[in-house]
């Protein structure tokens, strides 16, 4: 049986996943006009909803399922 790699993380999922949406955002807007440029814009905004997910889960407005 293969031994798992493991490493602890320096920085939270948030932030990493803000830096990633940040470079996609970057990378686009070298891309010209097209598909692939709207597939790294898309991926972008889904760093960006995942980078805000745990703020919302922790919102005090949200309440467990009776």
Request: aromatic residues 4%; proline residues 8%.
């Amino acid at each position: 049986m293969t031994k798992r790699r493991r490493f602890k993380q320096t920085r939270s999922l948030e932030e990493r996943l803000a830096e990633e949406a940040q470079r996609l955002l970057e990378e686009a807007s070298l891309l010209p006009h097209g598909p692939l440029r709207e597939q790294v814009i898309r991926k972008a905004r889904q760093c960006e909803t995942g980078s805000h997910m745990s703020d919302w889960l922790r919102s005090p407005g949200l309440k467990p399922p009776e």
